[in-house]
């Protein structure tokens, strides 16, 4: 019998575990990247025995498969997706084609903001519970790569939009969506709302027997979900409002409430500052209780858990003054949060490169806390001009050591340094992570 022909388009995280999965279970696999593959996933492929190109995509390989595994990197408008979509040849995601072989519970978690955290706190209560569980997706080993080498009961699964674009037959177990802000949209036509449908499209093929986690404060979500028939049980979470199933907060305690039984726990207790780290934690805290996890359980996970680096991480306090490090806030949102979560006066480094941003969302936050801004970017034009009669002191530097130095000079005790930059790292920097760890690397030279 002639085996399944399979394309993977994309050599890395995903694309290399999805090739892996599939030579496992025995199809005839071919891998493709237009760019160059890292060290790693070469000698992955090659351990493997898995054919592969870089640097090209050679057209009549890729249209001969059955199916075609992409990348959730390349766009639908890319030339070979449209060809490929032209000739009827399904185009799937890496979640979509593990999904298939495996039935372990998936919990799912997607969002404008905040995915990460949530994901990595969800896994940790289950960890803690002693759960069998994997980490997925966005973070961690790709999905398909733990379906092929390991074998767990439960997978947390991130999922950005665009792995949820190729996704049409998975299903997730329990599908949280924390919020919807205006990302991606080069990716969407410029059209918020397929935004917007493709976030809910983490509620695919669910059932009565399935949850949706959702924050009923969010407004974009809040309107989609009345919009909607839904057919999963209901779970809103929200820090103004009394839910009757989900969570809310009232007198700075936590109420999660499943199945009539209530947890509770005081907002001081939970590891995570900041608001929005309240909604991540709730999410987090109702998908554990789904799971029948003690109470217990998950008010330890809650407290104990340690954030992601570069995503709010405090880094040093020098003669009394807080640097923290947040460079994953690629967005004006992420920002946003961060802005809204601090207790003391800042001096904000920010800049890079801009996604389109509009700063006004973040005038009421920085006339209100902001008093120094300091330029990490190569054109800070829109920043300068944005904040320039709201700020008394912006300046501009061309290094993380220089804006670290600046900060430091220009804050006084009691303040805090946040780099929350609100854009990509690309014009200074090889990607986020070099950014925070070049902030990190400054400020303990101090």
Known sequence: MAKTKIAVLGAGESGVGAAILASKLGMDVWVSDM???????????NEHNIPFEQGTHTGIKIMDAAEVIKSPGIPAKAPIIKKLKENGIPVISE????????????????????????????????????????LAGNVGKSLALQVATEQHDYYVIELSSFQL????????DIAVLLNITPDHLDRYEYQMQNYVDSKFRIL???????????????????????????????????????VEEGAFMKNNEIFITTNKTTLTMAVQNLSLFGKHNIYNSMAAAIAARLMDIRKDTVRESLADFQNIEHRLEMVAKIHDVEFINDSKAT???????????????????????????????????VKKKVHAIICLGKDNRKIISAFSLLVPTITEVSSAGEAVMKAYQLSNPGDTVLLSPACASFDRFENYEDRGNQFKKAVRAL
Not at 35 to 45: M, N, Q, S
Not at 215 to 226: F, K, L, M, P, R
């Open 35 to 45: 760019g160059k593959v890292k060290d790693k996933y070469v000698a992955l492929l």
């Open 165 to 172: 674009d190729d996704m049409h037959k998975f299903k997730a």
């Open 95 to 134: 979640i979509e084609f593990a999904g298939r072989y495996t039935n372990a519970q998936k919990i799912c978690i997607t969002g404008s903001n905040g995915k990460t955290t949530t994901t990595l706190l969800t896994h940790h209560i289950f960890r803690k519970a002693g759960l069998n569980v994997g």
């Open 331 to 365: 967005n004006i949102n992420s920002t946003w949060y961060a802005l809204e979560s601090m207790t003391t006066p800042v001096v904000w480094i920010v800049g890079g490169v801009d996604k389109g941003n509009d700063y006004s969302v973040l005038n009421e936050l």
């Open 204 to 242: 695919q093929n669910q059932t009565a027997n399935d949850a949706f986690i959702y924050c009923i404060d969010d407004e974009v979500t809040a309107q989609e979900v009345s919009k909607r028939n839904i057919a999963a049980r209901k779970f809103p979470f929200s820090i103004v409002r009394e």
